[in-house]
């Protein structure tokens, strides 16, 4: 997972959890830019606020679209009821 945010700060990480706000936490990182965030080298882990994401990239065969597909046709049913 590849957030990025206004400063142009760049994260690759693996996604924990996300919630309502879409904020992020990420563990296992690494900065994809480190000679301009050397400070950041010894996180490991992360939270990122979600109103600070400008977007995140998702690696394509990382992704279970079947999943998905199946759990948003389960929640459009369960709304209709």
């Known amino acids: 997972m590849d957030p990025r945010n ?6 690759c990480g693996t996604l924990h959890s996300v919630d309502q706000y879409l904020n992020i936490k990420l563990t296992d990182i690494s900065v994809t830019d480190p000679e301009k965030y050397p400070h950041m080298l010894s996180v490991k882990n992360c939270f990122i606020r979600g109103s600070v994401v400008h977007y995140v990239q998702l690696p394509a065969d990382e992704v279970d679209t079947q999943l998905l597909q199946d759990a948003a046709r389960k929640e459009a049913s369960q709304q209709k009821q």
């Open 6 to 11: 206004p400063n142009d700060l760049s994260i």
